[in-house]
């Protein structure tokens, strides 16, 4: 836990700590390549904790590691999405079948880098297949109807091409549905989403100001 501080001379008429750590929030989401994330305990059906953070095009890191009773990683992201928690890309992400995981150690500091794809994940230095000193456990989870449509090597010739055997149709995206970002609640209030309060949150080796959503 630490704490940041700023010359208000230095900033810009009317910013309050609430909208700096907004910003600051924001600003290390964008820092870590997240589309979005979340973290902490969250009471819904029998109450549950979850950390979670988005790249996009169907790759996450979850770290269900501090329940009990063995509930799998990809099985608290599907409930978190029923709970709406969050917004999935894809109906199909409430299918635990269409996941692949995979369990690292990852060392968050310094941020990763540009992560597009699990194994821009893999082959970093800061990701061990076994456990390390100052890395913490993480589940990587593909949503594999995006992510296969991203592998390298995934044939984009029509099933004419040479080469390619006649009556195999290359993979198609599904449609992304774009949804309009809404304002963010500030500091110390209750988001009307999820009832919760807007505060300060852990989130893997940080923080992160927001609510439950």
């Given amino acids: 836990m630490f704490h940041v501080g700023a010359l208000a001379s230095l ?71 029923r709970a709406r928690l969050a917004q999935p890309d894809d109906p199909g992400m409430l299918d635990p079948a269409l996941y692949a995981m995979d369990v ?10 540009p992560v597009r794809t699990k194994q821009d994940i893999l082959r970093l230095s800061q990701c061990s297949l076994a456990p390390r000193q100052g890395f913490r456990r993480v589940c990587i989870l593909e949503f594999l109807p995006l992510t296969t449509a991203l592998a390298p090597g995934v044939a984009t010739a029509p099933s004419h091409a040479p ?20 304002r963010a609640p500030r500091l110390g209030e209750v988001c009307q989403a999820c009832g919760a309060e807007v505060k300060e949150r852990p989130l893997f080796s940080g923080t992160f100001v927001g609510c439950l959503c």
């Fill in 163 to 182: 080469g390619v055997p006649v009556g195999v149709v290359p993979p198609v995206p599904p449609a992304r549905r774009v949804v309009a970002p809404a």
């Fill in 11 to 81: 900033l810009p008429p009317g910013t309050t700590q609430y909208t700096l750590a907004q910003e600051l929030a924001a600003h290390m989401r964008g820092v870590r390549g997240y589309r979005w994330a979340f973290s902490g305990y969250h009471a819904t059906g029998p109450g549950f904790w979850l950390s979670v953070a988005y790249y996009g095009d169907g790759l996450f890191l979850v770290d269900g590691s501090r329940n009990h009773g063995g509930a799998k990683d990809v099985d608290l992201l599907v409930q978190a999405f």
């Fill in 104 to 113: 690292v150690h990852l060392s968050c500091a310094p941020p990763l880098g």
